[in-house]
């Protein structure tokens, strides 16, 4: 009993480690790079010997790890947060939606899609999911879950702005456009860095005063242009 | 002649072994697990010696690799070709019908091969020199869509809101696409098949994709009418 709760603490140092060393504050490797002697040795082991108790490959650790990193990930809900305290929490001092717009988007899409870290995390498990219905099942259920999030409060805020989706459009379909947007951007943005360095400036502010917008800002803009037009009929008031 | 022509073969062959190898490794891993020797043995041959012959150590095989798979995860390259193609006869198709067919084929063809091109995004993040070779693949990229839009804009009589850049415009298009190949896997059900909007002729419902519908929206952003001052 004793020996298996020394394994167990054992595990679960090793993937705390790992985790820390792939996506903590400042993080060291990334998942091709994450090497289970290096692990055991920063865990404060002198060899890899107890690790692969555990662990029969290297390969079998990284993707545990990866896994651990992931259920960090539906936890940043900080955008999410962002976006409630400015339009549900605060109705009476709303900013013009394009403002809005500009503001949640101005920093880009790596912080929309949480953390560049961690979406390079979730993409390795992305990868690896085929092979995997179990991974496949939480990598699923974890995204179902932080868009229909997203989808909820985008009807929040169109209730707040007085607006609908035109049909045959609806919240989720624009929840995962934005989504998509947001992660392909941040593939893009590894990619080729320089087409996002410099801000827009747009002739969007008060009497067609110039405003910066980031690139992931513009294109959700011309997203909700497409999705979105005032409310057509006075909003439903339920039943008492 | 013959001794070139075999050092090509040689190299061909073992670079699909790298891409088999990287494949059947688990392809998250990204490419530093892969080392010539395990390659040249996947490949049948006996000893690396064949593979040392072409490159001169690991990071030279690592980052011809990179270079190959990039060649080779292009494959929408096909699709350019149709688009050209289409926009080169008379009349000309009406740009949303182009726009809603086109999406539609680089969409599929984008999910077979772009899990590939995410393994070498990931290896980029964490070798400075793979970074460097996948940069330079990619900056060739953006320059062959870059073109191709600027040409699809001419066709159209079409030119960029300002401040966008082509750059900026294929950008977003591509990350459009690379956004719901991710979803489509990741999470099926929430990007429908088709989303049926009334585009025929006389309102009639065609099918869409929300990618595509996505290319529509960015074309209205990003562009206008040449000479004109508004979209």
Redesign the interface.
């Known amino acids: 009993m004793s020996r298996r709760r020394t394994l167990n603490e054992t595990k679960e140092l090793l993937l705390a480690t790992g985790a820390d060393m792939l996506a903590g504050d400042t993080p060291k490797v990334t998942v091709g790079r994450l090497d289970l002697t290096e692990v055991s040795r920063h865990a404060g082991f002198t060899t890899a010997g107890s690790a692969y108790k555990i662990w029969e490959t290297q390969e079998d650790y990284r993707i545990e790890v990866l896994r651990h990193v992931l259920r960090a990930i539906p936890a940043d809900r900080s955008p999410i947060d962002a976006l409630r305290s400015i339009v549900v929490d605060d109705p009476d001092a709303l900013p013009t939606f394009t403002e809005l717009i500009r503001n949640i988007t101005i920093t880009g899409s790596s912080a929309w899609a949480a953390d560049i870290t961690l979406y390079t995390v979730y993409l390795a498990l992305w990868t690896a999911s085929p092979g995997d219905p179990e991974l496949a099942g939480e990598l699923h259920d974890a995204d179902v879950e932080i868009i229909g999030a997203y989808a909820e409060l985008y009807a929040a805020v169109m209730d707040a702005y007085d607006l609908e989706f035109i049909p045959p459009y609806d919240a989720s379909m624009f929840a995962t456009t934005v989504s998509a947007i947001s992660e392909g951007f941040t593939v893009r943005e590894g990619a080729t860095p320089h087409v996002f360095a410099a801000a827009l400036e747009r002739p969007t502010g008060e009497d067609g005063a110039v405003q910066e917008w980031s690139l992931f800002g513009c294109a959700v803009q011309a997203i909700i242009t497409a999705f979105v037009r005032p409310r057509t009929q006075p909003a439903e008031v339920p039943e008492v | 002649m013959a001794s070139r022509r075999s050092l090509d073969t040689t190299r061909e062959l073992l670079l699909d072994a790298g891409r088999d190898l990287l494949i059947a490794?688990?392809?998250?891993?990204?490419?530093?697990?892969i080392n010539l020797i395990d390659v040249c043995r996947n490949a049948g041959l006996k000893t690396a010696g064949s593979g040392y012959k072409i490159w001169p150590n690991q990071d030279e095989f690592r980052a011809d690799l990179v270079t190959y798979l990039m060649e080779h995860a292009t494959a929408s390259f096909a699709t350019i070709d149709d688009i050209d193609a289409t926009i080169a006869r008379r009349p000309l198709p009406p740009l949303g019908e182009l726009i809603r067919t086109a999406a539609r084929a680089n969409e599929e063809l984008n999910t077979s091969t772009y899990?590939l091109y995410?393994?070498l995004?990931?290896?980029?993040?964490?070798?400075a020199s793979l970074g460097a070779v996948?940069?330079e693949q990619?900056?060739k990229w953006?320059a062959v869509m870059a073109e191709f839009f600027a040409h699809i804009l001419d066709v159209y009589d079409l030119e960029l809101v300002p401040?966008?850049t082509i750059?900026?415009f294929a950008?977003?298009i591509?990350?459009?696409?690379?956004?719901?190949t991710?979803?489509r896997?990741?999470?099926p059900?929430?990007?429908?098949d088709e989303?049926?909007?009334p585009t025929g002729p006389d309102g009639t419902l065609q099918s869409w994709t929300?990618?595509a519908?996505?290319v529509?929206?960015?074309f209205?952003?990003?562009t206008r009418r040449r000479g004109s001052s508004s979209t």
């Open positions: 490794n688990g392809i998250h891993v990204g490419m530093d697990d899990p995410v393994v995004w990931l290896s980029a993040q964490s070798d996948f940069r990619d900056e953006l401040p966008f750059d900026q950008t977003a591509s990350g459009l696409v690379e956004g719901f991710i979803r896997r990741a999470t059900e929430l990007v429908p989303v049926l909007r929300l990618y519908i996505g529509e929206a960015i209205a952003a990003f």
